[in-house]
């Protein structure tokens, strides 16, 4: 998993299998703060994936600055969690992002 900050402060992901090999069904992709839980509430992005994906592109709904999450020492955890219709799941990350203020003068 890659994470990008876009101009806009949303995120993208981009999630990739590591032996670089295709997603083999119809899925969802979630992107979440903080944990992989299953519970929605971590939830910060969506997407339905096809058979045969490959590079997966995931956008947060909000900005970096509306996502309301645990800044444990000005860190977020950004995870990306792989759901089966089936119930079964699968989970990268974390990818750590550092805020901090920078005084201009």
């Known amino acids: 998993m890659e994470v990008f900050i876009n101009s806009d402060l949303t995120i993208r992901a ?13 899925e969802d992709m979630y992107l979440q703060r903080d944990h992989y839980g299953e519970s929605s509430e971590y939830n910060i992005g969506k997407r339905e994936i096809g058979y045969g994906s490959t590079n997966i592109n995931i956008f947060s709904w909000k900005p970096l600055n509306e996502i309301v999450a645990n800044w444990s020492n000005d860190i977020l955890k950004i995870y990306a969690r792989y759901e089966t219709y089936g119930g079964g799941y699968a989970w990268c990350g974390p990818v750590k ?6 005084i201009l003068r």
Do not use: L
């Open 97 to 102: 992002i550092r805020r901090y203020i920078q």
């Open 14 to 26: 981009r999630i990739s299998k590591k032996d670089g090999t295709q997603f083999v069904s119809d």
